[in-house]
């Protein structure tokens, strides 16, 4: 056992750069891990100085000096982060505090329609099953109004957090974009010289993670505006709502999709019942996400991410419950990191060849 223990680790810890990358990749783990909470706006900002960087290194192809890039692309971003704080959240919690104050009478028009479904279905349904459904819909909505007063009790908190992302998060993103060499500079200081593998495999990350920023940033707003536009023609309830819900879905591959047709199901049937409005808009609703995932998604990211729909599924889950919101975002880019570096990763395939007996 030991013998095959020794044999593995020479093969793939032989070379030194492969330990120094596997020693990078464990300290970013555990800075993830441990530290994450608290560098969470340090990650948003470089998440955003990641979807700027594009325009301001465009502006700079055209002879437009580094600052004065900076600060056209920056100030648009400040102004469009005002439109979203001051103008869309508003009416988003508008949207929100409406829901909320009709989900009784949802409620009570959806136990009326389970207590039909024994007549309707006697073979299937009994009197006792839709009984016990009923319970369990109101515990778990009891529960959801218990959760909804300990948020809102915390709102104060909540609050004094956003607050200081608001004030932070720009600041950072400002000096991430003007500072970008003298960053870079450092970090590359801070590595050690012998670093071929870090530098092949750093570069391949790079590209890959800022075309999925800006690329799923730019899905998040295509896809969302075009929902809201197509329900509120179709005149379904809570529009904008929706939109940002579908819009936010694609952040979760596969998932996110199947997640949002619930609410989207729900409220159309709550509205207009079994008919054909219902059925409209669940037609449009497939229709978006179809043209999502087979003419938008391929137009936006330059360079496919070739992992295989289970390995996708299984990042999201990993990522996600150990960073949140930012592993489920990131957790594609990551799954290609591992992927990137499994490819690249140094083998040793000489073994020492055991002596011959009576040699």
């Known amino acids: 056992m030991n013998n095959v223990i020794t044999k593995w680790f020479k093969k793939y810890f032989s070379d030194?750069?492969?330990v120094i990358l596997a020693i990078l990749l464990l300290s970013g783990l555990a800075i993830v891990v441990f530290m994450g909470n608290m560098l969470a706006p340090v990650l948003a900002a470089v998440v955003i100085a990641y979807l700027l960087e594009g325009l301001v290194s465009w502006l700079e192809d055209h002879n437009v000096p580094r600052m004065p890039s900076v600060l056209i692309v920056f100030l648009p971003f400040m102004a469009f982060l005002l439109v979203i704080l001051l103008g869309l959240l508003p009416l988003l919690s508008g949207q929100v505090t409406q829901l909320v104050g009709e989900l009784p009478n949802m409620?009570?028009?959806?136990?009326?329609?389970l207590l039909h479904l024994p007549e309707l279905y006697p073979k299937f349904i009994t009197q006792a099953q839709v009984e016990e459904l009923i319970a369990t819909i109101t515990a778990a909505v009891k529960t959801l109004g218990q959760d909804v007063l300990s948020i809102s009790l915390a709102s104060i908190t909540g609050l004094f957090a956003l607050l200081v992302y608001l004030i932070l998060v720009p600041v950072l993103v400002f000096f991430f974009l003007k500072d970008k060499t003298k960053l870079l500079g450092w970090l590359n200081t801070s590595l050690p010289r012998e670093r071929a593998l870090i530098t092949r495999v750093s570069i391949e990350m790079n590209q890959q993670i800022g075309n999925y920023v800006r690329g799923k940033f730019a899905e998040i707003i295509i896809v969302g505006i075009a929902t809201y536009v197509v329900f509120?023609?179709?005149g379904i309830n809570f529009a904008m709502l929706l939109g940002a819900l579908v819009g936010l879905s694609v952040i979760i591959p596969y998932i996110g999709a199947a997640a949002v047709t619930l609410p989207v199901a729900l409220i159309g049937y709550f509205q207009w019942g079994w008919s054909t409005d219902l059925a409209y808009i669940l037609g449009a609703y497939a229709v978006i996400q179809?043209?999502?995932g087979n003419v938008l998604v391929p137009w936006l990211f330059s360079e496919a991410?070739?992992?295989h729909p289970i390995a996708i599924i299984v990042a999201?889950?990993?990522?996600?419950g150990m960073w949140g919101f930012w592993g489920v975002f990131f957790a594609i880019p990551l799954a290609t990191l591992v992927k990137a570096v499994i490819n690249a990763w140094p083998r040793s395939d000489t073994t020492e060849e055991s002596p011959v007996e009576g040699a």
């Not at 409620?107 to 329609?113: F, L």
């Open 290 to 292: 179809a043209l999502d």
């Open 16 to 18: 030194p750069e492969g």
């Open 232 to 234: 509120a023609v179709m």
């Open 107 to 113: 409620i009570a028009s959806g136990k009326e329609s």
């Open 305 to 307: 991410v070739n992992l």
């Open 316 to 320: 999201v889950l990993v990522f996600g």
